[in-house]
Every structure is written in structure tokens, then in C-alpha cells.
């Protein structure tokens, strides 16, 4: 009887010993699927999340909400550079991200304001009971990315205007086409989560 209880304890120790070694096991591969995720399309390093990286198809977090990134335009005047990044959620709410890379990196958040009669040129604009104030206006160059339905390049010209409370108001024009009129607001960079597409190159 002595002698099956002793077994029936190495039995059992042996399976506590196996299930800690089981844990720990796959314990170490979670990690190492987290630690290399830039081997299955993940940014890493200095690239971690990197918004000027951005391309159609990536798909990006703001504030938790993905977006896939269906196009993008990307505009220049002189030294000026920014990028327009088109974004679709699953309901087919569909925003936009700016990435302005100067002295610092500007990204904001814009949501399309089709058919607003709002015409772009005054020093002031009113909209939803705030005053915009515009900021600055110009024009330059544009190519774009994956936008069938907009030229692969051209001239654009913008006007972009701000309220006193931060809110910003965007009027742009590709190729002498209509005005295209977004509000907006900027964002910190810690907003964003990026998941970039898998590709050949």
C-alpha cells in the first residue's frame, strides 16, 4: 500500500513538472511571436510605428479604432512636404491622416465635410459656431498612391485655417477640381498604432 502511494506522488509530481515546464514553454514562445512581429510586416527599431512609412493597405489604431489605409497623396511646396493618408474603418467610415514632417512631426485626424458651402480666400470663416482664422494658403505639387478615381500627379493648392480653440479647417484642390473641405484636430503620435501590409519589396 506504501509502495502506491509513493507512486501514485511520483505520478502526480511528475505531471505538476510537466504542466510548469508546458507553461513556461509557451510562456517564451508568446514572447518571441511579440519580439519578432517585424518578421510578419510589423515596423521595429526606430521604424516602430513609424507614420511616415505609411502605404495603402497598412492598416492603423487611433485611439483603438482600426483604419486601413486605402490611398494616399502626398504634396509639396518648395522644402514643404505633406502626406494625405485616406482611411476606411470596417462600417465604412472613411477619415483622413495627415503627416507633416518638419522641425517636429505634426499628424491630425480629418473628417470630410462633403457639400459644405464654405468657399475658401476670407481671413475668417465660420462653421458650427467657431471662428477659423486662416493660417496659410499655397500651392505646389502632388503625386499620388492607389486613388484611381485622382491623377497620378499634378498641382494642388490648400488653404488651411484654425480656430482659437485648436480646431483646424482644411480646403484642398487637385488638379483645379472642386474644393475638398475637412475639419480637423491634431493628434500625438502615442495615439497611433500602426500594422503595416505585408509586401514584396
Not at 522644402?79 to 467610415?93: F, I, K, T
Request: glycine share 10%; proline share 4%; net charge negative.
Amino acid at each position: 500500500m506504501d509502495g502506491l502511494w509513493a507512486l501514485l506522488l511520483a505520478v502526480l509530481g511528475l505531471l505538476v513538472i510537466a504542466l510548469l515546464i508546458g507553461f513556461v514553454i509557451l510562456t517564451r514562445v508568446r514572447r518571441q511571436r511579440i519580439v519578432g512581429a517585424d518578421a510578419s510586416g510589423s515596423f521595429s527599431g526606430e521604424d516602430a510605428g513609424d507614420p511616415r512609412r505609411l502605404r495603402a493597405g497598412d492598416v492603423v489604431e487611433i485611439h483603438g479604432v482600426p483604419y486601413t489605409v486605402r490611398g494616399s497623396v502626398h504634396c509639396a511646396q518648395g522644402c514643404w512636404a505633406r502626406a494625405e493618408h485616406l482611411l476606411d474603418d470596417a462600417s465604412g467610415v472613411q477619415l483622413g491622416l495627415s503627416v507633416v514632417a518638419e522641425s517636429e512631426l505634426k499628424l491630425a485626424v480629418w473628417t470630410p465635410l462633403p457639400g459644405a458651402e464654405l468657399v475658401p480666400g476670407p481671413e475668417t470663416l465660420d462653421l458650427d459656431g467657431r471662428c477659423f482664422k486662416l493660417n496659410e494658403s499655397g500651392k505646389g505639387t502632388f503625386h499620388s498612391e492607389a486613388l484611381p478615381d485622382l491623377a497620378a500627379s499634378g498641382e494642388f493648392r490648400y488653404y488651411d485655417y484654425r480656430s482659437s480653440c485648436g480646431a483646424l479647417l482644411f480646403f484642398g484642390s487637385y488638379d483645379n477640381a472642386d474644393w475638398a473641405v475637412s475639419t480637423g484636430e491634431l493628434i500625438n503620435q502615442q495615439a497611433l498604432r500602426i500594422y503595416p501590409a505585408a509586401r514584396a519589396d
